[in-house]
């Protein structure tokens, strides 16, 4: 079993930045591959960006390619998303998963979510 816990979300102006992080329990943490995905009002859940067991690989949604970064402490079973030149459009709730089978591609854990609003 996986629990995560999202934080780091609030108010932004556009053009500013915030850095989410999602805490996770599990003795193999390090095996999981990680993601995460928005959801806009009114809108489908979306993915944003994943991070591979080994931190090693990256993924990222066009979207926030070059202003978005998901990294990993192992050391802390942390994962963050950097989020840089904040734009309105990325209004959503933020969701943290994560696929214990390491492959990013079945988020079987999820966290309950943290408001991200970006002002214009």
């Known amino acids: 079993q996986v629990h995560l816990v999202e934080s780091g979300g609030g108010l932004v102006q556009a053009g500013g930045s915030l850095r989410l992080s999602c805490a996770a329990s599990g003795r193999t943490f390090s095996s999981y591959a990680m993601g995460w995905f928005r959801q806009a009002p009114g809108k489908q859940r979306v993915f944003v960006a994943a991070i591979s067991w080994s931190g090693g690989n990256t993924a990222y949604a066009d979207s926030v390619k070059g202003r978005f970064t998901i990294y990993r402490d192992e050391a802390k079973n942390m994962v963050y998303l950097q989020m840089n030149s904040l734009k309105p459009e990325d209004t959503a709730v933020y969701y943290c998963?994560?696929?214990?089978?390491?492959?990013?591609?079945?988020?079987?854990?999820w966290g309950q979510g943290t408001r991200v609003t970006v002002s214009s």
């Open positions: 998963a994560a696929d214990p089978n390491g492959l990013a591609i079945m988020f079987d854990y």
